[in-house]
């Protein structure tokens, strides 16, 4: 009995072995995975946008993928690259040197044993927007891409109203519509009441306010309505918009009705019925005065005899019959209106009785000696009278093509991957072998630079159907810092639009705005110096793309990049 027992002990014995050596083959080892000697980050294709207020991830992942626990891994806004917003290092995140406000907001998603590095920002506030950079670094070697930040704020609902529209003509009205407080740059539809949009007469002006927010602005002309209702409609996207609807007449208040409307329009004229007439009775009686002042010449020449005045014939002195009354001092002199006597007092020569009858604009334009070329001038619509006013209108291509120059590329300021060809043509060629590609930035800056003025030159970018990888046009200010590490901001001096193969078309401000390109061959580019715009269009399709509205600098200089890697040209026309 006892051995029975022990060869059933040893039996147990041995399936206990047998189950905890397969355990053991079964459960994962975790093994410390070494470092990659190189490595690459993905980071998305375009911006990552978010509301005010909210949380959102900012995506960074190695590529291949391994366990980064090890690393260094470090973020930071590329307005600040001394200072991170978070640093992870030793296998913790540290607390310095970090900026303050970034303190209790930012942390690591998670998953960095699978390679993920992305960076979690809660609390998100309209500063928190633009580029920030993931750096991975090991013993062996770093890497670093930027992922760009959009944060949306939704702005006030758009206001209203309706204006007399100085010639539109047909019964039409201007309609403006504004709303403030957006980020970023939204879009305004104007609709009518079947919900169709109306694309035709109608102008749009954003502008920025010192927090970087945006206030948009439109006017349209319509036809005069009591009925028809239309709606103005600001959006960032379909979740974030306000719109605002109005009737399309003058009289908004409730007793602006047809009928009121009719004797305003009546009375009205009555009032100059009778001004009409009063007017050309004055003009009646100063040529009666006019022939009886003929008739008894003599007796004006004994009256001025008389006074110590020589007699002076009209024709002689080239007076007109006004300026003669004016001169005759005897108590038959017709009396004149207070307009008149300023009028006479100023020289100003009435030229007989048919002239028309003058508002008050035309009679201190007459004080001013100011002619005025017929009653027939057409009233101007909003983009004309800022143009009279000597601002140009940027949405017109044609208005700024004639400020046309010639622009000459200097090759003495050019990269020394870039290539010059007449001055006009510029291409890329292999980089030397101690450069490295993805830490330079790649241009060529003009011969010309401009203080002040207007000037307008073209880019053309696309040569026939092939296409380039990457290119960009602009200016700079003088003495621009040219270190590699100095990113291509407005705030470094930089106004430039980009097109890249993967991201598309877009410029260098923060946060950025969409640009929708279907055809781009030939790039204009219009410089106002005296108001410190730089303005974008699309040559192909006469339309603007983009305008910098604070490009503030004593000295401008043109400036484009024929893109790094690709040897097809880019010229100035």
């Not at 206030?215 to 974030?240: F, I, P």
Request: charge should be neutral; charged fraction near 20%; glycine fraction near 6%.
């Amino acid at each position: 009995m006892f051995t029975t027992f022990g060869n059933r002990g040893t039996m147990h014995l041995g399936l206990c072995l047998r189950v905890l050596i397969l355990v053991a083959l079964t459960v994962p080892i975790r093994a410390a995975q070494p470092a990659q000697e190189t490595f690459t980050l993905t980071v998305p294709n375009g911006p990552t946008s978010t509301l005010s207020g909210s949380s959102v991830s900012l995506l960074c992942q190695v590529s291949p993928l391994f366990n980064v626990e090890p690393l260094e891994v470090r973020w930071y806004h590329s307005s600040n690259i001394h200072s991170p917003a978070l640093l992870y290092k030793d296998h913790k995140i540290q607390e310095t040197p970090v900026v303050p406000r970034y303190r209790g907001r930012v942390s690591l998603t998670g998953g960095m044993e699978r390679g993920n590095v992305s960076l979690t920002l809660e609390r998100v506030t309209l500063e928190d927007r633009g580029e920030y950079v993931c750096q991975v670094s090991s013993e062996q070697w770093y890497e670093k891409a930027s992922v760009f930040l959009t944060v949306n704020v939704t702005g006030r609902e758009p206001v209203l109203s309706v204006a007399e529209a100085r010639g539109g003509g047909g019964g039409q009205v201007n309609v403006t519509c504004s709303s403030e407080g957006w980020s970023p740059q939204p879009k305004l539809t104007w609709r009518n009441k079947d919900g169709a949009e109306i694309r035709n007469e109608q102008e749009v002006l954003n502008t920025s306010d010192p927090q970087g927010l945006v206030s948009v602005s439109s006017w349209l002309l319509y036809a005069c309505s009591y009925s028809d209702w239309l709606a103005c409609t600001v959006s960032l996207s379909e979740e974030a918009k306000r719109e605002g609807r109005i009737l399309p007449h003058i009289y908004t208040a409730p007793t602006a009705v047809p009928g009121v409307y009719k004797e305003a329009l009546i009375v009205t004229l009555i009032l100059s019925l009778v001004i009409i007439c009063a007017l050309c009775s004055v003009i009646l009686c100063k040529r009666r005065g006019s022939m009886w002042s003929s008739s008894q010449k003599s007796r004006n020449r004994s009256d001025q005899a008389e006074l110590g005045q020589r007699p002076a014939d009209q024709t002689e002195l080239g007076k007109g019959p006004a300026e003669t009354e004016h001169l005759i001092k005897g108590a038959e002199n017709t009396v004149q209106t207070p307009t008149e006597q300023r009028a006479a007092g100023e020289e100003f020569n009435l030229e007989g009785a048919e002239n028309t009858v003058q508002t008050p604009t035309e009679q201190r334009a007459a004080g001013k000696d100011v002619h005025l070329k017929g009653a027939e001038n057409t009233v101007q619509t909003p983009t004309e009278q800022r143009a009279a006013g000597e601002e140009l209108n940027l949405n017109d291509w044609h208005h700024v093509k004639i400020f046309k120059v010639n622009i000459l590329l200097d090759e003495k300021n050019a990269h020394p991957a870039i290539r010059i060809n007449k001055g006009k043509r510029a291409h890329y060629v292999k980089e030397k072998d101690t450069e490295k590609p993805s830490r330079t930035h790649l241009h060529v800056f003009s011969e010309e630079r401009f203080s002040s003025g207007q000037h307008y030159w073209e880019v053309k970018v696309k040569d026939g159907t092939t296409e380039k990888l990457s290119w960009y046009v602009g200016v700079a200010r003088e003495n621009v810092d040219k270190r590699p590490a100095v990113p291509l901001t407005p705030q470094n001096g930089f106004w430039i639009l980009s097109y890249d193969k993967e991201q598309g078309f877009h410029v260098n401000t923060d946060p950025q705005p969409p640009i929708t390109v279907a055809k781009l061959t030939i790039v204009g580019v219009f410089l106002d110096c005296d108001r410190h715009t730089l303005s974008f269009y699309n040559v192909d399709t006469k339309s603007l793309l983009y305008t910098f509205t604070d490009v503030k600098t004593s000295n401008y200089f043109p400036l484009l990049s024929p893109g790094r890697c690709d040897k097809i040209p880019i010229k100035i026309n």
